[in-house]
């Protein structure tokens, strides 16, 4: 069971932008933990796309940006391209749990 | 870089105990905090557990009483055990590099499956 609530799917145009939330709560995201966020192409593993909130790997494009504010997490997307076309996690700390946790995961279509 | 390999049975009978090994290349396991991490067929990704340096561990509360994990510093190996398997533990499981909070190093899966 997720404790970081996620929109089951997003859907934009190509060049669009479009945005992902991450809905946590006061033992995650409200505590101050930071939120991270995965890119899982179909039959591969996750993807480190954004950590520590809104800072980027190498090699990750600069039309992925995240943000965090009170207990919720955004994920966005500008320049929506075909290759996007896949699922997107958050992934946070929670202090109740003693542990990590994973948002439900948005599947976003590119149209 | 360092390179993470699952490996496992592949099929598992219900009641049985799973055991998987996750081989680290490239890097060492000192210093680091590495994960378990499972995800069943068409579902989310769950936080199984962590292991710190082969010696700590925490675990999700929801399988903490059937997960075991432990790690072998000569062979660079981590360790799964999770006993009396259901159907409900068919899922691809990943072993992950923790760096502090997230994980930035990824297997590229092991699928077991739980069937008579």
């Known amino acids: 069971q997720s404790v970081l609530t996620q929109p089951p799917s997003v859907s934009g145009a190509p060049g669009q932008r479009v945005t992902i939330s991450c809905a946590g709560s006061?033992?995650?995201?409200?505590?101050?933990?930071?939120v991270h966020w995965y890119q899982q192409l179909p039959g591969t593993a996750p993807k480190l796309l954004i950590y520590?909130?809104?800072n980027r790997p190498s090699g990750v494009p600069d039309r992925f940006s995240g943000s965090k504010s009170g207990t919720s997490a955004s994920l966005a997307i500008t320049g929506l391209q075909a290759e996007d076309e896949t699922d997107y996690y958050c992934?946070?700390?929670?202090?109740?749990?003693?542990?990590?946790?994973f948002g439900t995961g948005t599947t976003v279509t590119v149209l | 870089q360092v390179q993470l390999q699952e490996s496992g049975p592949g099929l598992v009978k219900p009641s049985e105990t799973v055991s998987l090994t996750c081989t680290v290349s490239?890097?060492?396991?000192?210093?680091?905090?590495w994960s378990w991490i499972r995800q069943p067929p068409g579902k989310g990704l769950e936080w199984i557990g962590y292991?710190?340096?082969?010696?700590?561990?925490n675990y999700s509360p929801s399988l903490k009483i059937r997960v075991t994990i432990s790690g072998d510093t000569s062979k660079n190996q981590l360790s799964l055990k999770l006993r009396s398997v259901t159907a409900a533990d068919t899922a691809v499981y990943y072993c992950?590099?923790?760096?502090?909070?997230?994980?930035?190093?990824w297997g590229q899966g092991s699928l077991v499956t739980v069937s008579s």
């Open positions: 006061n033992s995650n995201i409200g505590a101050g933990y930071d």
């Open positions: 992950a590099r923790v760096q502090m909070g997230w994980f930035d190093s």
């Open positions: 490239g890097g060492s396991l000192s210093g680091y905090y």
């Open positions: 520590g909130n809104n």
């Open positions: 992934q946070s700390f929670d202090s109740r749990l003693s542990g990590y946790v």
């Open positions: 292991i710190y340096d082969s010696g700590s561990t």
